[in-house]
């Protein structure tokens, strides 16, 4: 058996498809245009690279894009102030502040300090709250996207066992609440976890986001299941005739042995990834539809 291979690069040209039709048409009936801001301190190269491509992605669906390049040595002060400028700002309708800070720099207090209406990532306490009971909030993107193809594979998930390795606030928890939301049986595990083999193993949904290269190996895996590898780790190319000093990028699951079992797996790169800046953009449109008090459009 081999895997079917979910294209989220495909997925996601699809999601950013309808939002710029959406925007399209907030432009034409109601005279809106969304605004993304993005602040980025320092010169971190990922940063940079990401930064870049939300820009390019946020103006290819027709909304606002403002960048803030800030540098290195910016005080916590200075960004505070930045951010109160921005969620005062009535053209930028989400915030995004790119992590990680410089170490003078508090992320809890800045993440904080954004608007609970703009936080287009879902990182504040309150979306975060409105998450976990329920509630209608801002979803953090990446699990968004994981969720977004998961239906899209399997249609309805009630009942189906889900297992996500990886607790981290930013992917693992959340992740966790919406597969609950979607009456998913949810175990969460972890690098510490006991026999976590066979909790994988148990797993017709797994969600792999633990930050450790081809940790989960294929024999772990159910036969049949779904696998969502959210890991993006960069190693030495240890593939035959790889050049001596080239790396490349691999998930949390080993994929060459995984895709022999699974029903359904995401590669990396070319799977979550993509789907995370998309899902940003989404966000955006249902900050800027619900700041306007219009009904915001189903993705």
């Given at each position: 058996?081999?895997?079917?291979?979910?294209?989220?690069?495909?997925?996601?040209a699809?999601?950013?498809?309808?939002v710029?039709?959406?925007?399209?048409?907030?432009?034409?009936?109601?005279?809106?245009?969304?605004?993304?801001?993005?602040?980025?301190?320092?010169?971190?190269?990922?940063?940079?690279?990401?930064?870049?491509?939300?820009?390019?992605?946020?103006?290819?669906?027709?909304?606002?894009?403002?960048?803030?390049?800030?540098?290195?040595?910016?005080?916590?002060?200075?960004?505070?102030?930045?951010?109160?400028?921005?969620n005062?700002?009535?053209?930028?309708?989400?915030?995004?502040?790119?992590?990680?800070l410089?170490?003078?720099?508090?992320?809890?207090?800045?993440?904080?300090?954004?608007?609970?209406?703009?936080?287009?990532?879902?990182?504040?306490?309150?979306?975060?709250?409105?998450?976990?009971?329920?509630?209608?909030?801002?979803?953090?993107?990446t699990?968004?996207?994981?969720?977004?193809?998961?239906?899209?594979?399997?249609?309805?998930?009630?009942?189906?066992?889900?297992?996500?390795?990886?607790?981290?606030?930013?992917?693992?928890?959340?992740m966790?609440?919406?597969?609950?939301?979607?009456?998913?049986?949810?175990?969460i595990?972890?690098?510490?976890?006991?026999?976590?083999?066979?909790?994988?193993?148990?797993?017709?949904?797994l969600?792999?986001?633990?930050?450790?290269?081809?940790?989960?190996?294929?024999?772990?895996?159910?036969?049949?299941?779904?696998?969502?590898?959210?890991?993006?780790?960069?190693?030495?190319?240890?593939?035959?005739?790889?050049?001596?000093?080239?790396?490349?990028?691999?998930?949390?699951?080993?994929?060459?042995?995984?895709?022999?079992?699974?029903?359904?797996?995401?590669?990396?790169?070319?799977?979550?990834?993509?789907?995370?800046?998309?899902?940003?953009?989404?966000?955006?449109?249902?900050?800027?539809?619900?700041?306007?008090?219009?009904?915001?459009?189903?993705?």
């Amino acid at each position: 058996m081999s895997a079917d291979i979910i294209d989220g690069k495909a997925f996601a040209a699809g999601v950013r498809e309808r939002v710029g039709r959406q925007v399209a048409s907030l432009k034409r009936d109601h005279g809106l245009t969304p605004g993304l801001a993005v602040v980025l301190v320092g010169e971190d190269p990922a940063s940079q690279v990401y930064v870049r491509n939300k820009g390019k992605s946020t103006t290819e669906v027709g909304m606002h894009s403002f960048e803030h390049r800030l540098p290195a040595e910016t005080t916590e002060e200075a960004l505070l102030t930045l951010v109160a400028e921005l969620n005062a700002a009535p053209a930028v309708h989400g915030i995004l502040v790119q992590l990680p800070l410089p170490d003078q720099i508090s992320e809890a207090a800045v993440l904080a300090a954004i608007d609970p209406a703009k936080d287009v990532d879902g990182f504040h306490l309150y979306n975060v709250g409105l998450l976990s009971t329920g509630g209608a909030g801002l979803v953090p993107c990446t699990p968004r996207g994981c969720l977004m193809m998961l239906k899209d594979r399997l249609g309805d998930l009630t009942g189906l066992r889900a297992l996500v390795v990886g607790r981290s606030n930013i992917v693992g928890k959340p992740m966790a609440q919406l597969l609950l939301g979607a009456n998913c049986t949810v175990t969460i595990a972890h690098s510490r976890t006991r026999d976590l083999d066979e909790e994988c193993r148990r797993a017709d949904i797994l969600v792999a986001a633990v930050g450790r290269p081809r940790m989960i190996k294929g024999d772990w895996i159910k036969p049949g299941a779904t696998v969502i590898d959210v890991g993006m780790n960069r190693i030495d190319d240890d593939r035959p005739g790889a050049e001596p000093g080239k790396t490349r990028l691999v998930g949390d699951v080993d994929f060459d042995e995984a895709v022999k079992v699974a029903g359904a797996i995401t590669p990396v790169p070319g799977g979550v990834g993509p789907m995370t800046i998309a899902c940003l953009l989404a966000n955006t449109v249902t900050a800027a539809c619900r700041a306007a008090g219009i009904k915001e459009p189903e993705v």
